[in-house]
């Protein structure tokens, strides 16, 4: 978790650095165990999200210049390894999968807006995850917190209709 370290050579001898606490969540439940799917950094997940929603608006627009297209392809390159850098093996081999290809090759202006929206859509499933996780793990903490049970199968269905029986 946070903690105190020593600050750096470059600054103030008796101050400290704090830092902050990390969260990594387990995303879904792999059949194996071998093969979780954790997200070691959802802030950064956050952040990247945002930044390939803002660059798919900036990509449908009508023309793009050479330029542009390839300033938005360095830039989701660089966004892949970020998410990369983020994720289990499991989830790293999936975006892989999805992506199929590696850095290199100027895509066409079409071809990048595909690229786009495949990485936007699996992030956007990603951070559902992530919340989704993170929603339950609240609900979990405040009924251990109330001193509830955790619901069970049966609860979760709700109430049984007994009008029906005679």
Known sequence: MGGMEPADPGGQPDAEVVTPPRLAVIV??????????RVDAPDRVLRIWAMLASANAELHQASLRPEVVARLQRQLDVLIAELEQSLSPALVGELHHLVGRMAGPELTADELR?????????TIGLVIGILSELEMASARTARAASGLR???????RGPRDVSSRA
């Open 28 to 37: 879904g439940r792999a059949a194996d165990a071998s093969h979780v799917c």
């Open 150 to 156: 955790p619901a069970t199968a049966t609860a979760a």
């Open 114 to 122: 595909v690229e786009y929206a495949t990485v936007l859509s699996w």
